[in-house]
């Protein structure tokens, strides 16, 4: 009897440890994915509805920024847990297949503006990190006009980012930094896109316009052109332009620019950003 109470005991002890381990390893993945969703993402830079000044509180995630470019007309997604006008009924693996595919679980594409291409490179860590905060969001219910599609909506990986990254490959300092700066989608923005999507030939050089409530601003060109770009710059202008949004001539920078996102990037992931966009090709 003494031997079967303590074996009962042991065994509701051990049972015991077992959600303790798994809440403190979902609790890691959150954590992980606050940092990327609210920060080197830029997620709610386009998904938040936007005022003059900034994102409209209580209103985060529930469908965003428009686009009228010559691919298509859209406006970003609701991805709040709202089952009806969010991605409240998506299974985890239709959430990671949107992200690295750009496919909706009806099997319909979702429009290029959506990093897709940039997403198929990110870890597989990285990617239930995210699937596990999106999770957390509060639903909202909003729903956002229907798409209009000009031409087919593809998602073709951006050179380079093909295949998910691994750990190993993070402690390259330069690889490292490409990789934040694609599942960034710094390129989204900073690429010139033509009428069937971008054009990776003239990578980092800019030109893009964004009309939004801040008025109009326009994509600059970071490749490590040194008239044009951003060659000359120190590691140190280059670092206050991405996370406090201003130039190398003390100017702000205007949205869509996530510098209020990205000043939450940690010093060691900055440091690797730099240290890749050192080696992107000039262009004039």
């Known amino acids: 009897m003494r031997t079967a109470l303590f074996a009962l005991a042991l065994g509701a002890a051990l049972i015991g440890t077992v959600p303790v381990h798994a809440a403190d390893s979902k609790k890691a993945l959150i954590k992980r994915g ?145 990789y934040l700066v694609t599942i960034a989608h710094c390129m989204e923005c900073h690429t010139p896109m033509g009428p069937r999507g971008r054009n990776w030939a003239d990578l980092g050089k800019g030109g893009m316009e964004f009309p939004g409530p801040w008025g109009k601003s326009v994509s600059r060109n970071i490749t490590s052109s040194k008239t044009k770009g951003i060659g000359a710059w120190t590691d140190a202008q280059i670092k206050r332009a991405i996370a406090k949004g201003i130039d190398l001539h003390g100017k702000h920078l205007l949205p869509p620019m996530g510098f209020s996102y990205y000043a939450t990037v940690r010093p060691a992931d900055l440091d690797a950003v730099v240290a890749y966009l050192r080696t992107v090709p000039a262009k004039e």
Not at 47 to 62: A, L, M, N, V
Not at 75 to 100: C, F, H, M, Y
Request: aromatic share 8%; net charge positive.
């Open 34 to 178: 606050d940092y990327l969703v609210n920060g080197i993402l830029t997620c709610g830079n386009c998904h938040s509805p936007k005022g003059p000044k900034g994102d409209i509180p209580g209103k985060q995630f529930s469908g965003g920024l428009s686009w009228d470019e010559p691919p298509f007309k859209v406006t970003a997604s609701n991805i709040t847990q709202d089952p009806e006008t969010g991605i409240g009924k998506w299974s985890d693996a239709d959430i990671k297949k949107v992200l690295r595919t750009g496919i909706r679980p009806n099997g319909t594409p979702v429009a290029m503006v959506m990093p897709s291409s940039f997403y198929q490179i990110m870890s597989e860590r990285d990617l239930d990190a995210v699937v596990a905060y999106l999770r957390t969001l509060k639903p909202i219910k909003n729903k956002v006009p229907d798409p209009i599609y000009r031409v087919p909506q593809v998602h073709p990986p951006v050179p380079g980012g093909e295949k998910p990254y691994t750990e190993a490959m993070m402690k390259d300092k330069v690889k490292k930094g490409f």
